[in-house]
């Protein structure tokens, strides 16, 4: 039988052989990075804490995101991932931080911004990068989507694959 590597299991062990730490910020996922990070045993080593901030209120009152980036990008956007991720990696000084934010549906889809837009985006002292994507789920399937990717996103990073 084959086993596959969880992705958060990947993630624990590039951290630790860094000694860096994680931090994540996080809106239509509601969590479930966090909760996938700390599935792992010992995830305490590396992982700090997260943030799920849902409303704009939430998001500018624990991340700091602006409410000129709101007003003008919306939450789903390049600006306020990065702003969430910047956020997320001060208040719990980390070394990395994710962020995610995103239309998990059914509604909420904009003509601009249809259901399944999620941007992604990761905050280190070496830079900060964003990723679109759009997915074609249901609700849970959307915002399983967008940890994947997000957890993706992050091993690309720590594996060099991220410019």
Known sequence: MLYMTKLENIIGDLLRARGWTLATAESCTGGLIASRI?????SSEY??????AYAYEAKVALLGVSWDTLKT?????????????RGARKILSADVAISVSGIAGPGGGLPN????????????????WARLFHFDGDRIQNKSSAADAALQFLIDYLTGNVK
């Open 38 to 42: 700390t599935d792992v045993a010992g």
């Open 73 to 85: 990008y919306g939450a789903v956007s390049h600006e306020t991932v990065l702003e969430m991720a």
């Open 113 to 128: 911004k249809p259901v399944g837009t999620t941007w992604i985006g990761l905050s280190t002292s070496a830079g900060e």
């Open 47 to 52: 992982f700090l804490g997260g943030v799920t």
